[in-house]
Nanobody, 123 residues
Framework: VQLQASGGGLVQAGGSLTLSCAASGRSVSTYAMAWFRQASGGPREFVASISWKGGITNYGDSTKGRFTISRDNAKNTVYLQMNSLKLEDTAVYYC?????????????????WGQGTQVTVSS
């Protein structure tokens, strides 16, 4: 499975941005998917995850209520809608896929990772 994240960029605080993660190589329709992020010099942080049918979603404490994860299995793509962006949301965002799990919040549960897309929030 190859994952390609896109949609990052520069946005002002309070603005919105939508990230996409397109999978190729095989269908990820039965995979749990997630987004993690890593700020410069910081640890990798859980952002959001979604089960293979989309019935279960989990969010990190810092993104709950502002971010929404969704998926379109027909397009083999997962999305992250980010609203009310804050300066502290600045990071490289990675998408990940887990063939065996159910929307885990733990990074080591995910076998496949994309290359990351930079999100920069300015004041």
């Amino acid at each position: 499975v190859q994952l390609q994240a896109s949609g990052g960029g520069l946005v002002q605080a309070g603005g919105s941005l939508t990230l996409s993660c397109a999978a190729s190589g095989r269908s990820v329709s039965t995979y749990a998917m997630a987004w993690f992020r890593q700020a410069s010099g910081g640890p990798r942080e859980f952002v959001a995850s979604i089960s293979w049918k989309g019935g279960i979603t989990n969010y990190g404490d810092s993104t709950k209520g502002r971010f929404t994860i969704s998926r379109d299995n027909a397009k083999n793509t997962v999305y992250l809608q980010m609203n009310s962006l804050k300066l502290e949301d600045t990071a490289v965002y990675y998408c990940a896929a887990d063939q065996f799990g159910g929307a885990s919040v733990v990074s080591r549960a995910y076998e496949y990772w994309g290359q990351g897309t930079q999100v920069t929030v300015s004041s």
